[in-house]
């Protein structure tokens, strides 16, 4: 027999990941590279937040790449700024 353990590798609170999740949406950010907004990622919110919080906890989850844009500056030019997806 087998002593492994089924326990996750990270031990992550779900309320942990609801709390992110409330302050991402108090950001009221722009969409990142996969164009989902808030308001679709809320239309599974929960099967979201939980598949989030199961792959964090097992060490699996990879975020994905960042959304790059430019925006002006006061003085003119532009300056880069990353959007993150709504699930980072």
Same mark, same amino acid.
């Given at each position: 027999?087998?002593?492994?353990?089924?326990?996750?590798?990270?031990? $992550?609170?779900?309320? @942990?990941?609801? =709390?992110?999740? +409330?302050?991402?949406?108090? /950001?009221?950010?722009?969409?990142? $590279?996969?164009?989902? @907004?808030?308001? =679709?990622?809320? +239309?599974?919110?929960?099967? /979201?937040?939980?598949?989030?919080?199961?792959?964090?906890?097992?060490?699996?989850?990879?975020?994905?790449?960042?959304?790059?844009?430019?925006?002006?500056?006061?003085?003119?030019?532009?300056?880069?700024?990353?959007?993150?997806?709504?699930?980072?």
């Amino acid at each position: 027999m087998s002593n492994v353990s089924a326990a996750k590798p990270y031990s $992550i609170a779900k309320r @942990t990941v609801w =709390e992110a999740y +409330q302050q991402v949406k108090a /950001n009221r950010g722009a969409a990142g $590279i996969d164009d989902e @907004t808030i308001a =679709e990622f809320e +239309q599974n919110l929960l099967k /979201n937040l939980y598949k989030l919080w199961n792959r964090m906890s097992s060490g699996s989850y990879l975020p994905p790449p960042v959304k790059q844009v430019e925006i002006p500056k006061a003085l003119g030019g532009t300056r880069k700024l990353g959007v993150p997806t709504v699930i980072s």
